[in-house]
DNA sequence: CAAAGAGTGTGCAATATTGAACAGACCACG
DNA sequence: CGTGGTCTGTTCAATATTGCACACTCTTTG
């Protein structure tokens, strides 16, 4: 991908976050998009009523902010690194620009959108569906599966009860009963990491 | 866009519908992409339990069936008629190649994704937020606009309540009272069709 | 070391939600 | 005209979920 980005000229602006920085918030004048280069980056969104829910977890090669490219003149999210990241900064007018001159790649970005939009849908249609046991199962299968190894994601499942209530939408209470039962039944185990055991996908898959 | 269509050698096969007449079925080998000329389209899912949800809600303008793009193999949706409807069938590889040499058209294609992602991600963040009747209130707003005059989708809300149940995500129980509930307040009207007030933005605002 | 902060384990009452049932209204159609 | 189908109004008990509270363990930090 790198090539890409350098051969339509956008492999200049680079951004480096610790962990636990914030790229941008909601609310800010939304001008550029993101690409992660190295790291993790999470979206999360707040209410009215001050309650918050994390709508991604984004690694390597994903894009984030490109709702500008839409229209949004400002930002939905907050984007917080989870790791130490590096993000290339593409302006706006650039990214518009790249798009529609580069074939190849205007091929990958339409590949990630297409990416992305299934793996909204598949989240949307986990809420439609599934009771928070379920939510919170696959949330965990999924996490183990970024953080495995062979993968280039190398961000690690450092994710506290909290945070996973806020991933699947319901309370800590939840979390904390459901947790408890899936290592009761050995599910997972946890003491700071939480390891993921194949078994826990009969919680995801049984009716 | 229907220039743009033609330009790129796209604008052939034509197939029309009448209203509750299945486009694909989940399921099917997914070879093309269709593109709504006329009408309406629900695209729903079922559960391996048998339950139904609606993802999405289409009109003249809207994709889908892109998934196939993705690399996805098989259909995951139901797509259903709401309406007497004319959609564009482009195939697969066909859809490729415009993509990577229409400029215009991919432009517009990458203009639709991302409106489109914005939508299933405020879907989301909707269902991760907020109780039933926060989301039965903002999905008869978003159905009344959709059926308002001046606007090109000529799709009525002719929506059972069972249906705006598998919109939410929830049961023709709570569906019915909170329709109740919104009538004794003078939110909504009906008889056969419903009538939305712009009151009803209350109960979405309010915390 | 002591204090503060973050995360967890637990319990519980107040609500919200489901799932199922049944009756009545309305419409289309033979 | 009657029949079947679809939709609504209404109930209710069984569950699921929230929202809080408090104690306990760590880790960090002054």
Redo the contacts between chains.
């Keep these: 991908m790198k090539l890409f980005l350098d051969s339509a000229g956008l492999g200049r602006k680079v951004k480096t976050f610790r962990r636990k920085e914030t790229v941008f918030a909601q609310g800010n004048r939304a001008k550029n998009v993101m690409y992660i280069q190295e790291g993790g980056v999470r979206l999360t ?1 707040v ?3 001050g ?1 918050e ?1 994390v ?1 991604a977890i984004l690694g390597p090669g994903d894009f984030f902010g ?2 500008c ?2 229209g ?1 003149s400002i930002c ?1 999210a907050t984007a917080t690194t989870i790791a130490p990241t590096t993000v290339l900064v593409i302006e706006k007018n650039e990214m518009i620009r790249a ?3 580069e ?1 190849e790649f ?2 990958r ?3 990630y ?6 793996r ?2 598949e ?3 986990d ?3 599934n009771s928070s046991e379920k939510r919170l199962a696959r949330t965990l299968l999924l996490l183990a599966r970024y953080g495995a190894p062979g993968d280039l994601h190398q961000v690690l499942p450092k994710v506290s009860q909290e945070m996973l209530a806020k991933i699947i ?1 319901t309370t800590r209470s939840r979390v904390n009963f459901f947790m408890n039962k899936f290592r009761k039944l050995g599910f997972i185990k946890y003491n700071g990491e939480i390891h993921v055991n194949n078994s826990l996908l009969s919680v995801v ?1 049984h ?1």
Tied chains: 1, 2.
């Design positions: 969104v209410n009215e009523s309650k829910a709508v490109e709702g490219l839409a949004q939905i798009l529609h001159a074939h205007s091929d970005f339409i590949a959108m297409l990416a992305r939009n299934i909204v849908e989240d949307l249609i809420q439609l569906f939408g898959l009716d």
